[in-house]
């Protein structure tokens, strides 16, 4: 093979494999977009004041589903609440799928 014929077949390589690596950031930067969205749907939203929640049992092993269940008192803008009568801010996966 010629020397000018290696050159831009290796030419069009590089230029593939920069026009690949272009499309993938593409990509990885338009659904990390969508995942940053800054306000949530009313409709996301776990959990609301007044709602009752039952911590899941793994967490207070040897109490009944009666003694796990505690009242939101806030929710607060990170996602997590407080709850009424129990202390420390909680995370959704701490608790029971609503059913």
Do not use: C, Y
Request: net charge positive; glycine share 12%.
């Amino acid at each position: 093979m010629k020397k000018t014929t290696k050159r831009v077949l290796g030419g069009l390589a590089l230029a593939g494999g920069a026009i690949g690596a272009i499309g993938a950031l593409m990509i990885r930067n338009n659904g990390a977009r969508r995942k940053r969205r800054g306000n949530r749907n009313v409709a996301d939203i776990w959990a609301r004041p007044g709602m009752e929640v039952v911590f899941r049992a793994e967490l207070m092993p040897g109490r009944d589903a009666s003694e796990r269940t505690f009242r939101v008192q806030q929710l607060l803008p990170s996602g997590r609440v407080v709850l009424e009568n129990f202390a420390g801010e909680h995370v959704e996966k701490e608790f029971e799928a609503a059913r």
